[in-house]
C-alpha cells in the first residue's frame, strides 16, 4: 500500500506527458511519409514553400520564384490547404 501512491503518480505522468508526446510524434512521421510534390509547407524555421522534390532524407522547397532550398524532411511542421501560398 505505501507504493500505491508513486504507482499512481507514475501513471499520471504517463498520461498527461509521454502519451501525448508519442501520438504527435506518430503523427509527425504520417505527415512525412505523405510529402509529395507540390505540396505547401512550413518549416519548423518558419520559412513557407511549394515542395519541388521529395527523396529519402531531404526535399527540395520553392521558396521564392527560381529560388530553392534543400531541408531535411523533419524540418517540415506543417503541410498547409492547397493555394494557401497565393494568399499570403
Known amino acids: 500500500m505505501q507504493f ?3 504507482i499512481l503518480m507514475f501513471v499520471v505522468l504517463y498520461f498527461l506527458m509521454i ?3 508519442q501520438k ?3 503523427e509527425h512521421k504520417a505527415l512525412l511519409e505523405a510529402l509529395s510534390k507540390g505540396d505547401e ?3 519548423t524555421s518558419g520559412m ?3 515542395v519541388t522534390k521529395v527523396g ?3 526535399v527540395t522547397i520553392e521558396i521564392a520564384a527560381n529560388v530553392e532550398v534543400q531541408m531535411q524532411k523533419p524540418a517540415i511542421a506543417v503541410v498547409l490547404p492547397k ?3 497565393k494568399n499570403m
Open 19 to 21: 502519451r501525448p508526446q
Open 41 to 43: 509547407v512550413v518549416t
Open 56 to 58: 529519402d532524407d531531404f
Open 48 to 50: 513557407a514553400g511549394r
Open 83 to 85: 493555394g494557401t501560398l
Open 24 to 26: 504527435k510524434a506518430k
Open 4 to 6: 500505491l501512491p508513486i
